[in-house]
């Protein structure tokens, strides 16, 4: 089976602009979580995804929204880039309905300059 | 708030020695307590996971020790060697409100393992 894959793997954009970043789970897993990680702030939680319904969302501003399709593929999407948005952002697909047990793509590198 | 509080942040271990990282927690409504592995330029790997139904999983030389009453979990990592040489989150999760389908992670183990 393949794994969670993320588009794309790197990104450069300007503070200011918006960003979409794209995640396909792994085949027959209905939750997608997404997660900031940076090196002073670690893993943070941004929102998770079960058939096309927001379950719950982690403290981040309204700028950072996300989507979850049909076929469980999803997208973030963060607007109006700020420097501090620079991070890894990562991407994580579940079996089951309480989606705990939790398998993460590569990630999407975001440079905000 | 850290839900999840990890230690130590660096860990330096011989080859053949015996790797040990602790967790702490305090939300009850956690349920489900993985440990992932992550190496540069990758995404966190799932290693082994437990439920406070059972207190010690083993799965090679990966084991998770779990006291429920003290709210605590540990990995230890048997015979440790070079390519164990990368960063270890400890996160938990639950089925309830804020914690469905989120994990919250510790902020992270570097472990090198020397030769």
């Known amino acids: 089976k393949a794994g969670v894959t993320q588009t794309p793997r790197y990104l450069i954009k300007t503070r200011g602009q918006q960003v979409t970043l794209s995640c396909s789970p792994i085949s027959g897993h209905r939750s997608v979580s997404w997660y900031q990680q940076t090196p002073g702030q670690g893993l943070q939680f941004l929102f998770e995804?079960?058939?096309?319904?927001?379950?719950n969302k982690g403290n981040f501003p309204g700028r950072f929204s996300g989507r979850q399709f049909s076929n469980s593929r999803s997208e973030m999407n963060v607007s109006t880039l700020e420097l501090g948005d620079s991070a890894l952002y990562l991407c994580?697909?579940?079996?089951?309905?309480?989606?705990?047990?939790?398998?993460f793509g590569p990630g999407t590198r975001l440079t905000v300059t | 708030q850290q839900q999840v509080k990890q230690s130590p942040q660096s860990l330096i271990v011989q080859k053949g020695g015996i790797s040990i990282i602790n967790c702490a927690y305090e939300?009850?409504?956690?349920?489900?307590f993985p440990w992932y592995q992550q190496f540069p330029g990758k995404g966190p790997a799932l290693l082994i996971a437990?439920?406070?139904?059972?207190s010690e999983k083993k799965e090679g030389r990966f084991t998770i020790s779990f006291n429920k009453s003290a709210k605590q979990f540990s990995l230890h990592i048997m015979d440790s060697q070079p390519g164990d040489s990368a960063t270890y989150f400890c996160a938990a999760s639950g089925v309830k409100g804020s914690t469905l389908g989120r994990l919250y992670f510790g902020r992270g183990t570097q472990l090198t393992v020397w030769p």
């Open positions: 437990i439920r406070p139904d059972v």
């Open positions: 994580a697909s579940s079996t089951g309905p309480t989606g705990d047990e939790q398998y």
């Open positions: 939300n009850t409504a956690f349920d489900y």
């Open positions: 995804y079960f058939s096309e319904t927001q379950r």
